[in-house]
């Protein structure tokens, strides 16, 4: 992702910055994905996995990235709450 892009990027629900999910937290995301276990902000699953995603500074909110666009829609955030072993820092 264009440096530049993820430099303004923020959440649309509490505007904190976002910054590239780590591949542990791809993993974690993934394998909550896999269990049947997330959904998104809107009530609705999240089924497909996913391969880049970005996240809060305060890694609370989950955004996916497809095909290079971040899908920066409040209802499509996915709380890492929900996600166990999800790494906080």
């Known amino acids: 992702m264009d440096r530049k892009l993820?430099?303004?990027?923020?959440?649309?629900?509490?505007?904190?910055?976002?910054?590239?999910?780590?591949?542990?937290?791809?993993?974690?995301?993934?394998?909550?994905?896999?269990?049947?276990?997330?959904?998104?902000?809107?009530?609705?699953?999240?089924?497909?996995?996913?391969?880049?995603?970005?996240v809060t500074r305060d890694r609370r909110i989950v955004y996916r990235v497809d095909d290079g666009i971040p899908v920066l829609l409040a209802e499509e955030g996915i709380a890492t709450a929900q996600l166990p072993g999800f790494p906080k820092a």
């Open 6 to 54: 993820l430099d303004i990027l923020v959440c649309p629900a509490s505007r904190q910055p976002l910054a590239l999910l780590d591949k542990a937290g791809i993993e974690a995301l993934n394998r909550g994905i896999a269990a049947g276990a997330v959904v998104r902000a809107d009530d609705s699953p999240q089924s497909d996995p996913v391969s880049e995603a970005l």
